[in-house]
């Protein structure tokens, strides 16, 4: 908590930017994260969000990862 994290984008379309770690969310895997989180505030829009699935995080870990190491939804804000 507290902490700050500098993102950027690859395409350098856009400048580096700033955020500070405001909550911490801890999980078995990403079915429990989604049945407790607001999926909107997880990276989803109005126009996707009623298709979103837990397997969408698959593609970046794996259900072996999330059984070995659970996951985290980290909750951030610009600064």
């Known amino acids: 908590m507290g902490d700050e994290i500098e ?7 856009r400048e580096p930017f700033v955020v500070v770690v405001t909550g911490l969310h801890l999980f078995k895997n990403f079915i429990e994260l989604y049945a407790s989180l607001p999926l909107l505030q997880c990276g989803y829009t109005e126009d996707d969000v009623d298709k979103a699935s837990p397997d969408d ?7 072996e ?5 659970g996951v985290v939804g980290i909750e951030i804000k610009l600064i």
């Open 7 to 13: 993102f950027s984008c690859t395409d350098a379309e």
């Open 57 to 63: 995080m698959n593609r970046y870990y794996s259900v």
């Open 65 to 69: 990862e999330q059984a070995k190491f």
